[in-house]
């Protein structure tokens, strides 16, 4: 049961965090905005905004920046993951330099 559930949940944040979603979510939000208009009254047009509009389709968009964030920070991680390895190779050779140099000063030094 819960793969299942975070195969759903999975399913279903990847289709709500689109920007299609916010436009679908936008359209079914404005069918209701007609007779918030027609009321004529102020709190039911701010309750229609804030509780209709806002929730509906910033809850999308919300998600989609919160993906493209993530996907930033992944590929400044894999940056300098990779460069991090680069420097890490260069050590080594370094390394091996330093230490084929040790060896021949020390070689050098017992004649």
């Known amino acids: 049961m ?23 979510f936008a359209a079914i939000a404005l069918i209701s905005l007609p007779k918030a208009l027609q009321s004529g009254d102020s709190i039911v047009i701010v309750s229609w905004v804030a509780q209709t509009f806002l929730q509906l389709v910033l809850l999308s968009i919300i998600m ?36 084929t140099l040790m060896k021949e000063i020390e070689s050098k030094l017992a004649r």
């Open 2 to 24: 819960k793969r299942f559930n975070v195969w759903l949940a999975t399913k279903v944040s990847d289709g709500v965090a689109t920007m299609w979603c916010a436009y679908i």
């Open 64 to 99: 989609v920046g919160q993906k493209v964030q993530s996907k930033k920070v992944e590929d400044t991680i894999n940056e300098t993951h990779t460069a991090s390895l680069a420097e890490l190779v260069e050590l080594h050779k370094i390394s091996r330099d330093m230490h």
